[in-house]
Nanobody
Framework: QVQLVESGGGLVQAGGSLRLSCAAFGTIFSFTDMGWYRQAPGKQRELVAIITSSGRTNYAAPVKGRFTISRDYPENTETLQMNGLKPEDTAVYYC????????WGQGTQVTVSS
């Protein structure tokens, strides 16, 4: 059974930084894409950043220039470095992996205080 496990969430003041990590367990393949999504209270889950197996990245407009996604390929691990955090970045952040099917972590809470 494939499991994605996130770590690194927490509480930080506005302007601060956090680093999220994700590791996959139980896989016998390498994800084509890995990424991060987030869901704030009362809002839909939204894309934060995606990285392909070749290292191409795509960021949501609100985080571009502040967040950096990276991964170790073919290992199924990834990180999200978040700098210049804002209160509107407060959400549950989910690790994502794609290989034929979509795989999701349980989520890690990020709270940014003003």
């Amino acid at each position: 059974q494939v499991q994605l496990v996130e770590s690194g969430g927490g509480l930080v003041q506005a302007g601060g930084s956090l680093r999220l990590s994700c590791a996959a367990f139980g896989t016998i393949f390498s994800f084509t894409d890995m990424g991060w999504y987030r869901q704030a209270p009362g809002k839909q889950r939204e894309l934060v950043a995606i990285i392909t197996s070749s290292g191409r990245t795509n960021y949501a407009a609100p985080v571009k220039g502040r967040f950096t996604i990276s991964r170790d390929y073919p290992e199924n691990t990834e990180t999200l470095q978040m700098n210049g955090l804002k209160p509107e970045d407060t959400a549950v952040y989910y690790c994502y992996g794609l290989y034929v099917d979509e795989y999701w972590g349980q989520g890690t809470q990020v709270t940014v205080s003003s």
